[in-house]
């Protein structure tokens, strides 16, 4: 049900203990006393939400006679009334019942686990947030299904990374893959899998590196490993799994939208007719050259990656660079671009980047680099148009806007299409871009188009993407007030209505913040200096600023990206938006980002 209703209840026990009455969360200090809670978690996790008298007292006061017992529970029983607001908890003809309307966490996963199709698995997976009742890893009572809850969480996230990584999208499996490994450590297939991964992405010292960390743990347990895995360490150290070699082996469309979006089949594009108009045209002609404008979090990426996806389509071969983690070098968007080509599995033509960018000030210098650009892109193109995406140009150096123009000069020649994506706001603020967006403007060499907010029809079919059911007016009503018709902010409040079933009250940036918190004070550390860092940074530079141990980051790592903070970037971690990161600068005192 979609509908938000003040009489409702979530029960969160996996991961952490928080309970959710209609669209506020129970605060904190509220379970000052703990048999409330314990009361509160032993019938959410009893079969039928029901429990025999006798039983919840020989689990939570055993020893007690039975008038102790009974009194103890009737104290704990009213002390819970309290906190919820009403008879969510109950004792009815010798069972203790939890009343049928709420909604626990943990029956949710194991219905989507038992369901078996990849999206209920992908569901299931996204509801296992951690062990259960982590703040309880003592109580006896609850080992054994914390075990169990465990054991099934590796095998359903086995089965889920399976089917993403057989539709191209390993991104989202290896970080789930690795989730896993922690829940069962002694998993051959989970840790067999997840190198694979690795490897196919080129990581191959870390595809080594989990076979070592699942033999050790398996001789740990007395057992030695299997013959697949012994198989695969073979393989991996003769070269055997990696990217696929030749330029066949190149998927630009899939691996700009992984890259740029974090995942390679990004939902259907919505409301954007005009510009999608625009690309189309540009795609067909194979050149010339488009600069999106708009506010952040609008959609231009978005486009900009739909475009791709025509192009390619056509017989384009697309490439992509972005100005995230260049720190303003010369040509840095170029350089990216031309890295990630053949990182990817690109062979044709040369890097003109691999030695570095022709030292500034020497015109002839200059120039050598420009024509080296130029024949690497026919080389790349071989014969076919090259649609060269350019992420966020607002931040571009003045070395890249002059190739930019020179490129865009020759674009029919090569044949190069080139499709910007800027911030509208650096238009009227930013030096080198606002010199570039005037030269192809005053010389007809690239169109611009400004992206609008959604109206209420394009909010409402993005909802359904998002959810997966169509949303009832209502609903799609309040999203589009809230979000205001912005894309991404549409995005991130549907992925707290996910996570918690409520709207959040707050701005956008409130919003990022209060899903970072939810992560974990570990998570909190890492991305606040991420943030400081950058939009793309290195793991272990952020992880020795945020003073964290290797293990107790990489954790935090896989708790953000799984959440869709962070997305994996060829062995770095990148803010999945760059409202994301600002929202979490924002946050952060000019004290502690200085230190």
Known sequence: MLAETADTLKVYLLGRFEVVRGDAPVPGHAWRRRRPADLLKLVALAPGRALPRERVVEALWPGRDHASGANNLHRAL????????GRWVDLDRGQVRL??????????????????????????????????????????????????????????????????????????????????????????????LLARLLAEAGRRAEALRQVEVAEEALRAAGREPGEPLRALRAAIQRGEVGPTPGGAGYDGARRVAMRLLGTADPPPL???????????????????????????????TRLAVEGARLAQSRGAVVLAGTTAGADGRPYGPFADAFADYYRAGGTAGSDPFAEGPAAGGVEGEKLRLFEAVRGALRAVGGGKPVYLLLDE?????????????YLLRGAEALPLAVVATCREESVRAGEPVRTLLAHLDAEKLARGA????????????Q???????????????????????????????ARAWREGGRLPTGDLAAAIRERAGRLGPEAGALLAA???AGRRFDLAVAATAADLPEEASRAAAERCLEAQLLDEDD??????????????????PAPRRAA
């Open 463 to 493: 909802l359904a993407d998002l959810l997966g059911v169509e949303p009832p007016a209502p609903l799609a009503a309040q999203f589009h007030r809230v979000a205001d018709g912005n894309p991404y902010r549409a995005e991130e409040l």
């Open 99 to 192: 009343r049928t309307g709420a909604w626990v966490d943990v029956e949710a996963f194991e219905t989507a686990a038992g369901a078996g199709d990849p999206a209920a698995l992908e569901l299931a997976a996204a509801l296992y947030r951690g062990p259960l009742a982590p703040e309880d890893l003592h109580a006896a009572w609850l080992a054994e299904r914390r075990a169990e809850l465990r054991r099934r969480f590796a095998a359903v996230a086995l089965s889920a990374a399976g089917s993403l990584a057989g539709r191209g999208e390993a991104g989202k499996a290896i970080p789930l893959l690795r989730r896993a490994a922690d829940a069962d450590p002694l998993s051959e297939p989970v840790h067999h």
């Open 78 to 85: 009213y002390d819970l009334r309290q906190i919820l607001g």
């Open 571 to 588: 062995g770095a971690l990148r803010f999945h938006h760059a409202l994301a990161r600002e929202a979490l600068l924002q946050a952060i």
């Open 450 to 461: 400004r992206l609008q907010r959604l109206d209420l029809g394009a909010t409402r079919e």
């Open 393 to 405: 140009v607002d931040e571009v150096d003045e070395s890249s806007a002059n190739l930019v123009h």
């Open 270 to 300: 919505r409301g954007r007719p005009a510009a999608l108009g625009l690309i189309e045209a540009l795609a067909g002609r194979g050149c010339g050259g488009l600069v999106l404008l708009g506010e952040p979090g609008v959609g231009k």
């Open 530 to 532: 991420g943030a400081v």
